[in-house]
């Protein structure tokens, strides 16, 4: 079987093995990195939400964990190619498979299924690690929140500029930074379709910008300059 098929089997673990794992996650981090949490107090008390963060470094899902240290149904990609250890890090926590060619219906299916239960699900809404600059985003955050009813958390990490392999190589900690804002949502998504497309894109939009709001402007790419962006900044202070 090769790597693409065995990811598509995959699920996330059962939640006493996630909450095993999300103290791995601290001691390594505690060891190898330098890591601020900013705005930990903005995390809802109790489920179901969605994490939607931004994806500029393979490495991201370890710091969401650290950040907000509570077991998450990450949706990852189940069509892309990962190194030993990092399929290794997947099978341990687990994930909801994403083929983002050819999107499942059991994805749709797991993620309510975690948004039902009361859990938190874990998105990237860029879906890729291509840029270390924000880019325009999949439908799917908006569309799992509206039809779960669930509010969105956004999350921005940056720090990791290149892999974490380099850094640890050269004996450096990086310093990195978790900053969670005020959650939001859910919308209400229109029946008509072409009114629903329009409202998926909008949400989508207003999504990255929330995301923006807590990264560097440098790392804004697409959402420079968008209005939105100083908006939530003020609402985040």
């Known amino acids: ?6 990811l598509e089997s995959f699920k996330p673990r059962p939640y006493w093995v996630r909450y095993g794992v999300h103290y791995l996650a601290l ?7 330098k890591t601020t949490i900013i705005g930990k107090r903005n995390l809802p008390k109790n489920g179901p939400y969605i994490i939607a963060a931004n994806h500029f470094n393979v490495f991201d899902p370890p710091f969401v964990i650290y950040g907000v240290q509570k077991p998450i149904s990450f949706l990852a990609a189940s069509d892309t190619q990962f190194t030993f250890v990092e399929f290794c890090a997947l099978w341990m ?3 909801i498979p994403t083929n983002r060619t050819n999107l499942n219906p059991s994805t749709i299916k797991m993620s309510k299924k975690v948004l039902l239960k009361g859990d938190i699900l874990g998105i990237f809404p860029e879906g890729d690690t291509e840029n270390d600059e924000l880019r325009e985003p ?12 669930a509010p969105i958390v956004p999350i921005g990490i940056y720090g990791l500029e290149k892999s974490l392999w380099s850094y640890l190589w050269k004996g450096i900690r990086p310093k990195i930074t978790v900053k969670i804002g005020k959650p939001f ?3 209400q998504l229109s029946k008509n379709k072409v ?23 440098k790392t804004h790419g697409v959402f420079s300059g968008n209005p939105l962006v100083e908006k939530y900044k003020k609402e985040n202070e």
């Open 1 to 6: 079987m090769n790597q693409s098929a065995r």
């Open 27 to 33: 001691f390594l981090g505690s060891i190898f990195t």
């Open 93 to 95: 926590y687990g994930f």
């Open 138 to 149: 999949k439908a799917g955050v908006v569309y799992l929140s509206a039809s779960s009813k």
């Open 185 to 187: 949502g859910p919308y």
């Open 195 to 217: 009114e629903k497309e329009k409202e998926l894109f909008d949400i989508g939009a207003e999504v990255m910008c929330r995301i923006a709001a807590l990264l560097p402007s």
